[in-house]
């Protein structure tokens, strides 16, 4: 017999209204007693392809926090493969756990039997707190992978197309808005200078504007500022600069309504996530601000390419630049669609990923 109390928390929480909420197709858990493995593997929309998304492994206050971030970023997922392009649908891995104590060569292969165990449905990757080597272990138990080490045949780092990506978006907003996608001569302020910040400072030096910098570790401003000839700023001063752009390639949420009316720049345009705290609230504050944002599930999307390519099998490095390159004529036709719409080019992305997965839905009706 269940006991009342059991039967009241789950009338609380329900797994099925959350996973209904945002369309998820099939959410899974992981358990192994032996290696003390918890996982979630949450698969969103399969239409345009297999689910593919990094596993992130972190000490998660709750069960349902975890759950709630595996549907969150496995949603951003669909919508991320399907404005870039991809034939891949939406899905991401959380593992619940401190990375540092919890995990081992048999802690992430039996992880590793879980992603066979789908089939296909699913393949994973890194993200925060997996490395290469976890993907290795992955690898001997499952061949539904990527971000495998170049020695293995994968693509390794997907930071260089990640901020490669990242640079071709600038350079679009630039053009939408000067006229011209030259950024000779404009002065961008970078925030976070880590994998992707570092790669983008060198292609903004080379094209010849004048960057500033900020970050939390010393060491990367020293190299980055030494390298590049990179000017160094305050962590809070980056926001009142004087500058063209501003790209954020450290966290999320750095456009709130504080932020946003310190603001002096024409464009933003970064690698970070989830750059808009409030989607629509802050949207709209740019766009009355006269601030082109190039929105950052489309210009961060190299990462996914570079996978994407290695997925395709014989990973060649050009096939990645070459599909991170379209990311150009992509964000030019969204911030003229938003123009034109009067509609964020947040919205005006949505809008689009959304159309390639109605349209090539109903070109899978047909057999
Ligand atoms: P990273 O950890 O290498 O770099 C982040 C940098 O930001 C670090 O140097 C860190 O010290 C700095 N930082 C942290 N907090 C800061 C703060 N408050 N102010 C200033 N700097 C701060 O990460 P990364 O791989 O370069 O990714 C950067 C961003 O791009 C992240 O938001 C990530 O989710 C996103 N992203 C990365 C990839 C990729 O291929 N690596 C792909 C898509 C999106």
Not at 72 to 101: C, H
Not at 263 to 273: I, S
Not at 278 to 301: C, S, Y
Request: charged share 20%; proline share 2%; glycine share 10%.
């Amino acid at each position: 017999m269940i006991e009342s109390n059991v039967l009241e928390q789950v009338e609380q929480f329900s797994i099925f209204g959350e996973v209904s909420k945002l369309g998820h197709e099939q959410v899974v858990f992981c358990h192994d007693e032996p290696t003390g493995l918890k996982a979630i593997i949450a698969i969103h929309n399969t239409v345009l392809g297999p689910a593919l998304g990094g596993t992130r492994m972190w000490n998660y206050a709750s069960d349902q926090e975890a759950l709630v971030d595996v549907l969150r970023l496995s949603r951003g997922m669909t919508f991320k493969a399907a404005i870039s392009g991809l034939n891949l649908g939406g899905g991401k891995a959380v593992i619940i756990g401190d990375a540092k104590k919890m995990k081992s060569e048999a802690f992430m292969r039996r992880f590793g039997r879980f992603v066979e165990s789908l089939g296909g449905r699913y393949i994973t990757a890194e993200d925060v707190n997996t490395k290469t080597r976890d993907m290795e272990y992955i690898a001997m138990e499952t061949n539904h992978v990527t971000g495998l080490p170049e020695s293995m045949g994968g693509g390794g780092d997907p930071s260089p197309v990640t901020a490669y990506g990242t640079y071709v978006g600038m350079k679009a907003a630039v053009k939408k808005v000067y006229g011209s996608d030259s950024l000779a001569g404009k002065k961008i302020s970078v925030q976070g200078v880590g994998q992707v910040g570092g790669y983008l400072v060198k292609h903004l030096v080379e094209e010849g504007a004048t960057v500033y910098i900020t970050d939390i570790s010393e060491d990367r401003l020293k190299y980055i500022s030494q390298e590049y000839k990179a000017h160094v700023v305050g962590q809070d001063e980056i926001y009142d600069l004087d500058v063209d752009i501003y790209a954020p390639c450290a966290l999320g949420a750095t456009l709130n309504t504080n932020t946003i009316n310190r603001l002096k720049c024409k464009v933003v345009a970064g690698a970070a996530n989830n750059q808009l705290a409030d989607e629509v609230k802050h949207g709209n504050m740019l766009i009355e601000k006269g601030i082109t944002l190039a929105p950052d599930f489309l210009i961060n999307a190299g990462g996914l390419i570079n996978v994407y390519a290695e997925f395709l099998g014989g990973y060649k490095a050009e096939l990645a630049y070459q599909q991170a390159e379209k990311i150009y004529d992509t964000c030019l036709t969204i911030l003229n669609n938003a123009e034109v719409q009067h509609i964020t080019t947040q919205e005006a992305a949505m809008q689009m990923a959304l159309k390639r997965i109605e349209d090539m839905g109903k070109v899978k009706l047909a057999y």
